[in-house]
Each structure stands twice: as structure tokens, then as C-alpha cells.
């Protein structure tokens, strides 16, 4: 660190500047994080193999989900506003593959990727989006209302930053009732920006919860870039100030994030440390709500995006597994997706009586 005095010939003050040394990536590492985690380097050939089948399934599941769904929009049968994850289903995917079936994720408006990465039942996700009442919110939510409880799903929102408190309340029973799941809560960088983001982080801290916190960063809240909304980029040196574990994860690393998680789940079920949070690096292709690109907006260029396409995390998983494995998977994948618009445009939609249930709580 360098401590500079100096007189601004503009101004009859004196000025003290504290700068520090330039680094050519920001320090990823925890304040405290256990080294107990198996990596994948570290897994056998099976093990590997077993791991990157997993984890392109999930993968190209969800980028052949929302490509289906970005075909369907202008036809007017999907009923709700989308918000597509393609570009960022690694996040999704390598946080869920270190889960639990009996941990619990909340989430935000744009949750395709989580629904699908959580084990969400894609019947019901696409008969949502066609408003029908086999939907997994009976028609009545939409894509950004997700919601599968068997599964783990406890909700996603429209409304930024809600989920965060949701969540956090949430790990706050699973401690008071000594049980072994924890909870996962995703939002945005956006919501980052909220008051209720800072609450939420402190009282997790404070009472040392069983939950995971999950930012997305794809650097623009709708078309509001990062830097036009912070002073600075240091969401992680941010954090830690609560006392809490963070770290950056770069580049939409899906096994660097499979990593990370799995560290982290393991040191909080074993009550070694805990809450944690990372900051994932990723990019949205499509534009902010609808199924196309967006770059003639001119808030972002298709030059920023291109090395995020580039650095594509199913193609990149598609060349780590054989090829008929990636074959079989892609022919299931397809399979179950035909089925699943099937079963929406064959489903009914809600009754007018509809309208009345689920409002309140009934004895």
C-alpha cells in the first residue's frame, strides 16, 4: 500500500491518496475455508466420468429448454414474461450438483436454470409458462413464480431481493430444529444494491446459519452496467466486513463452482464454519426479458459477449465426455423436452373458481 501527500494545484487543500498495488486478478480465496473439499482433479476416472455426464445433462438440459422456449414465445401460448439463464446455467448447475436432495434454493425472476438444476419437474415448469392448471403454480405464476417444494424449490420472485430475507428466515428454523439441510439463496448483482440485501447478510453472520449465498453476477441490473450503480467493484471485500467467507468465482466456471459449494455445504454441515457467500462471474446472452438478442440497445456490445460465448460451459462439458455418452444423453434430453410442450398445450387451463383459491390459509 502507498501513502501519497501531495497539493492539488486546482484546489488550496491538501490531499492524502492511499493507493494499492495493481493485481492482475482479484484474490479468490476464503477468509477462513476448510481444505477437506474433493475436487474433481482429485476423483478417479469413474468418478469423473459419472460427475461431467451429471453435470452436461443438467447443462444442456437447460440451454435446450430455453432455446424451445425462446422458439415458442412470439407463437403468444407461453402466458408470462421470460427471463432466460442461457449463458448462465453453469451457476445453477455446478451450485445444485453439491446439494443434498433435502437442501433448499430460493430464488430470483430469471430461475429457469435453478427450477431445472434443483430437480424442479419440467412438466409442470412448462405448463406454468402456458398459464394451464397443471402448471407448477396452478397457471397462476408464470416463469418468474417457480416453485417445486418436493424438490427443494421454495420459490422464485419478481420483485428483486425478496427471496434473500425468505431465505435466510428459512435457515434460521433449520438451525432452531437441528436438522442437517441448508439453504442456497441466488440473486443478482442488482439486488446486491437493496438494503435488506446488507440486513439479511449481517443476521445470517451474526447467528451463524446453515446457508450458502449465491450472486450472479452478470454485471447489469436490466440495462444498468455494474459500475454506473457502484463505486466500486469489491462485492466480496464488502461482505467479508460482516465476517463473512467469500470469494470470487471468474470465468462461469461450472466446476469451479461444483467445487467451491461443495466445500463450503461440507464445513457447514459439519457446524466448522458457515454462512458463506460467492460472487459468480457469468453473462446473459439473451436481452433482459424476452427470447432475442439485445445488442442493438447499445448498453452492451456483441465484442463484451463474445468471449463469454466463447468460453461456453456446455460445449466446454460436451468435449469431456465420450461421444456416445453425450449422444444418449442429448436423444433423452430432447425426448423428455417434446414430452413436456406436449403435456402443457394438451393441459387445461384454470377454472374462473381458480381466482378465489390459495389466497388465504385455509384451516
Not at 442429448?330 to 398445450?345: G, L
Amino acid at each position: 500500500m502507498k501513502l501519497e501527500i501531495k497539493w492539488l494545484h486546482y484546489m488550496p487543500h491538501l490531499c492524502i491518496s492511499i493507493s494499492r498495488p495493481a493485481q492482475a486478478k482479484r484474490d479468490a480465496t476464503f477468509m477462513t475455508l476448510p481444505k477437506f473439499a474433493i475436487t474433481a482433479t482429485q476423483l478417479t476416472t469413474h468418478e469423473k466420468s459419472v460427475l461431467y455426464n451429471r453435470l452436461y445433462r443438467s447443462l444442456f438440459r437447460i440451454r435446450r429448454v430455453e432455446e424451445e422456449i425462446a422458439r415458442i414465445y412470439p407463437t403468444d401460448k407461453i402466458k408470462s414474461p421470460i427471463h432466460l439463464s442461457i449463458g448462465q446455467e453453469a451457476v445453477s448447475v455446478g451450485v445444485c450438483a453439491a446439494l443434498n436432495p433435502d437442501d433448499v434454493v430460493f430464488g430470483t425472476y430469471r430461475g429457469h436454470a435453478l427450477y431445472l438444476a434443483k430437480g424442479g419437474d419440467l412438466n409442470q415448469m412448462i405448463a406454468e409458462l402456458y398459464g394451464k392448471i397443471t402448471g407448477c403454480a396452478k397457471g397462476k405464476g408464470g416463469s418468474m413464480h417457480l416453485v417445486d417444494v418436493r424438490h427443494g424449490i421454495m420459490g422464485t420472485s419478481a420483485v428483486v431481493g425478496t427471496t434473500i430475507p425468505n431465505a435466510v428466515g428459512y435457515a434460521y428454523a433449520l438451525k432452531y430444529q437441528r436438522k442437517d439441510a441448508i439453504v442456497v439463496s441466488f440473486f443478482g448483482d442488482g439486488a446486491t444494491d437493496e438494503g435488506v440485501f446488507h440486513e439479511s447478510i449481517n443476521f445470517a453472520t451474526l447467528k451463524k446459519l446453515p446457508i450458502i449465498f449465491i450472486c450472479e453476477n452478470n454485471r447489469y441490473a436490466i440495462h444498468s452496467p455494474q459500475w454506473a450503480r457502484q463505486p466500486l467493484d469489491n462485492l466480496v471485500e464488502r461482505v467479508r466486513t460482516y465476517g463473512l467467507s467469500a470469494a470470487r468465482i471468474e470465468d462461469n466456471d461450472v466446476l469451479e463452482i461444483y467445487e467451491r459449494v461443495s466445500t463450503a455445504a461440507k464445513a457447514i454441515r459439519a457446524k466448522q464454519s458457515g454462512p458463506f457467500l460467492f460472487e459468480c462471474m457469468t453473462y446473459r446472452w439473451r436481452e433482459h426479458v424476452g427470447p432475442n438478442e439485445d445488442f442493438y440497445l447499445s448498453y452492451r456490445s456483441r465484442s463484451e459477449a463474445e468471449p463469454w460465448i466463447q468460453n461456453d460451459q456446455v460445449q466446454r462439458l460436451a468435449a469431456l465426455i465420450p461421444p456416445r455418452d453425450r449422444q444418449q444423453i442429448e436423444s433423452e434430453v430432447e425426448s423428455e423436452i417434446r414430452q413436456a410442450f406436449e403435456f402443457a398445450e394438451a393441459s387445461s387451463f384454470p377454472a374462473a373458481s381458480e381466482l378465489y383459491t390459495d389466497v388465504f390459509k385455509e384451516e
